[in-house]
């Protein structure tokens, strides 16, 4: 789960295109997913987490493209607009 926070995180921080519903669903599509690797696979530990937050990153951005969300003012939210805010 640590994976799927982490690419939570990402989404939320580096995209301006992520929203809710696309977070959401890559969340829980990274949780299967990493269910699915962690049964049927022989990974190393290690790499759970590198599966998790890629694969929550890849399903949720995806996500936010096919189920857009209304636009809001993301003026200091994100990496690409917290210049704004510190000046």
């Not at 982490?6 to 989404?11: A, M, R, S």
């Not at 949780?31 to 962690?38: G, M, S």
């Not at 049927?40 to 189920?67: K, P, R």
Request: with cysteine.
């Amino acid at each position: 789960l640590t994976g799927g926070l982490t690419g939570i995180f990402v989404l939320a921080v580096f995209t301006k295109r992520a929203n809710a519903t696309g977070v959401l669903i890559g969340f829980f599509a990274s949780a299967i997913i990493l269910y699915l690797v962690k049964s049927y696979t022989d990974v190393h530990f290690f790499w759970y987490t590198i599966t998790g937050m890629g694969s929550c990153l890849i399903v949720g951005y995806l996500a936010s493209l096919i189920f857009p969300a209304e636009q809001k003012s993301l003026d200091g939210l994100t990496f690409y607009n917290m210049r704004k805010r510190i000046d």
